[in-house]
C-alpha cells in the first residue's frame, strides 16, 4: 500500500471537532501530515526544548526557543509544495558559519528576534505555506530538558539525555516556564489528544512538565490515545515497555489519562497493558520501516475511536 493520505471517509474523526496531538518533529509531524485533512480542527503541541544541530546551533549564538521541531511539522503537513515550502525547508551546505543550517530556523529566529510571539510567528510561516492546522509552541519563553540521574548528579540539554546509558531518575524543565495559552485552550476544548509517536523522555514528555499542561489533561474528558514507536529508541528510554510510558505519563500529569494505545501488530508481542484499550494493526510505510504509513496510521486512530466508543 501507497503511503498516500486517502481523502476517504473516516466514520469517527470526521465527527470529531476538535484534535490536539503533543509531541516532537518528526512523530508529531507525521500525525499532523496522516490528519491534514481535519484542517483548522487540528492543533500540534510541539516541544521546544531541543539543543542539537541548526536548533542548538542558534540557541548557543542567539538565545530563544527552540525552533527545529515546529519548523518540521510546519514542513511535513503541507499538502501542496511550492517554492515557498522548499525555500523554507532549504539547508545550507559547505563550510561557512551558514552550513547546516536550515532557512527555517533563520526565518523563525528572525521573526523571534523582532519581537513577534513565536505562536504569531508560526501563524505568519503557515500563511505563507497554506497550512490550515494549528501548530504552537509548548511555551514560547526559553527552555531546556533537564535529568537527574540515580548517582544524583544532574544534566541538561536534550542531546545529552538522548546520549545516555541508563535510564535517568526523573526529567524536568530548567526553568519552569509557562506553556503557551494558545496550547491549553486547544487541549480544553479536544474532543481527542494523542501522545507520539517520537522519542519518548525528549519529545513526548516535555510538554506534560508544564504545570498548565499537566492540569488541562487531568481535567480534560477527551480521549487520550498514546502511539507507539516502530523501531526501538536510540536513547535511554529504549528499555521502557509500553506498560512503563504509559505509567510514566499518568505518573507525570498525576492521573491515569490513556484510554488507548495504538501499536504495530506483532504476534509474539507480551507488553500490552490490560488497563487500557490497544489496536495493533500494519502501520509501516513501504519506503521507511520505522516511519507510519499516514494512511494506516489515521485508519488505526479511527478504528480505535471506535472500540473506546466515542461516538
Given at each position: 500500500?501507497?503511503d498516500?493520505?486517502?481523502?476517504?471517509?473516516?466514520?469517527n474523526?470526521?465527527?470529531i471537532?476538535?484534535i490536539?496531538?503533543?509531541g516532537?518533529?518528526?512523530?508529531l509531524?507525521?500525525v499532523?501530515?496522516?490528519?491534514?485533512?481535519?484542517?483548522?480542527r487540528?492543533t500540534?503541541?510541539?516541544?521546544?526544548?531541543?539543543?542539537g544541530?541548526?536548533t542548538g546551533r542558534?540557541?548557543?549564538e542567539?538565545?530563544?526557543i527552540?525552533?527545529g521541531d515546529?519548523r518540521?511539522?510546519?514542513?511535513q503537513i503541507?499538502?501542496?509544495?511550492?517554492t515557498?515550502s522548499?525555500?523554507?525547508?532549504y539547508?545550507?551546505?559547505?563550510s561557512?558559519?551558514?552550513a547546516g543550517h536550515n532557512?527555517g530556523?533563520l526565518m523563525?529566529?528572525?521573526?523571534?528576534n523582532?519581537?513577534i510571539?513565536?505562536?504569531?510567528?508560526v501563524?505568519l510561516i503557515?500563511?505563507?505555506?497554506?497550512?490550515?492546522?494549528?501548530?504552537?509552541?509548548?511555551s514560547?519563553?526559553p527552555?531546556?530538558?533537564a535529568?537527574?540521574l540515580?548517582?544524583?548528579?544532574?544534566?541538561?540539554?536534550?542531546?545529552?539525555?538522548?546520549?545516555?546509558?541508563?535510564?535517568?531518575k526523573?526529567v524536568?524543565l530548567?526553568?519552569?516556564v509557562?506553556a503557551?495559552p494558545?496550547?491549553v485552550h486547544?487541549?480544553?476544548?479536544?474532543?481527542v489528544?494523542?501522545?507520539?509517536p517520537?522519542?519518548?523522555l525528549t519529545?513526548?514528555?516535555?510538554?506534560?512538565l508544564?504545570?498548565?499542561?499537566?492540569?488541562?489533561l487531568?481535567h480534560?474528558?477527551?480521549?487520550?490515545?498514546?502511539?507507539?514507536?516502530l523501531?526501538?529508541?536510540?536513547s535511554p528510554?529504549?528499555?521502557?515497555?509500553?506498560?512503563?510510558?504509559i505509567?510514566?505519563i499518568n505518573?507525570?500529569?498525576g492521573?491515569d489519562?490513556?484510554?488507548?494505545?495504538v501499536?504495530?501488530?506483532?504476534?509474539?508481542?507480551?507488553?500490552e497493558p490490560?488497563?487500557i484499550k490497544i489496536?495493533?494493526?500494519r502501520?509501516?510505510?513501504?519506503?521507511?520501516s520505522?516511519?507510519?504509513?499516514?494512511t494506516?496510521?489515521?485508519?488505526?486512530?479511527?478504528?480505535?475511536?471506535?472500540?473506546?466508543n466515542?461516538r
Amino acid at each position: 500500500m501507497t503511503d498516500l493520505i486517502r481523502h476517504s471517509r473516516h466514520e469517527n474523526l470526521d465527527e470529531i471537532k476538535h484534535i490536539a496531538a503533543i509531541g516532537g518533529g518528526h512523530g508529531l509531524g507525521r500525525v499532523m501530515s496522516a490528519l491534514s485533512f481535519m484542517q483548522e480542527r487540528l492543533t500540534g503541541i510541539v516541544t521546544t526544548t531541543d539543543n542539537g544541530g541548526s536548533t542548538g546551533r542558534i540557541r548557543t549564538e542567539q538565545g530563544g526557543i527552540a525552533w527545529g521541531d515546529l519548523r518540521n511539522c510546519l514542513n511535513q503537513i503541507i499538502t501542496e509544495p511550492s517554492t515557498a515550502s522548499s525555500l523554507f525547508e532549504y539547508r545550507f551546505s559547505g563550510s561557512g558559519a551558514l552550513a547546516g543550517h536550515n532557512l527555517g530556523n533563520l526565518m523563525l529566529k528572525a521573526l523571534e528576534n523582532m519581537h513577534i510571539r513565536p505562536t504569531e510567528g508560526v501563524n505568519l510561516i503557515r500563511d505563507l505555506l497554506r497550512v490550515k492546522s494549528f501548530i504552537v509552541p509548548m511555551s514560547e519563553s526559553p527552555v531546556h530538558l533537564a535529568a537527574t540521574l540515580h548517582s544524583g548528579s544532574s544534566i541538561v540539554g536534550e542531546v545529552g539525555i538522548d546520549q545516555l546509558t541508563e535510564l535517568p531518575k526523573a526529567v524536568f524543565l530548567v526553568p519552569l516556564v509557562q506553556a503557551t495559552p494558545e496550547a491549553v485552550h486547544a487541549l480544553n476544548q479536544a474532543e481527542v489528544i494523542l501522545f507520539g509517536p517520537g522519542s519518548f523522555l525528549t519529545s513526548i514528555v516535555p510538554p506534560l512538565l508544564l504545570s498548565e499542561i499537566a492540569d488541562a489533561l487531568k481535567h480534560s474528558t477527551a480521549k487520550k490515545i498514546f502511539i507507539d514507536n516502530l523501531g526501538v529508541e536510540r536513547s535511554p528510554a529504549a528499555g521502557l515497555s509500553l506498560q512503563d510510558r504509559i505509567n510514566w505519563i499518568n505518573h507525570t500529569v498525576g492521573k491515569d489519562i490513556i484510554d488507548g494505545a495504538v501499536v504495530q501488530f506483532d504476534p509474539n508481542r507480551r507488553d500490552e497493558p490490560a488497563s487500557i484499550k490497544i489496536m495493533a494493526r500494519r502501520l509501516r510505510a513501504d519506503d521507511v520501516s520505522y516511519r507510519h504509513d499516514r494512511t494506516l496510521l489515521c485508519q488505526a486512530i479511527d478504528e480505535l475511536l471506535g472500540e473506546l466508543n466515542y461516538r
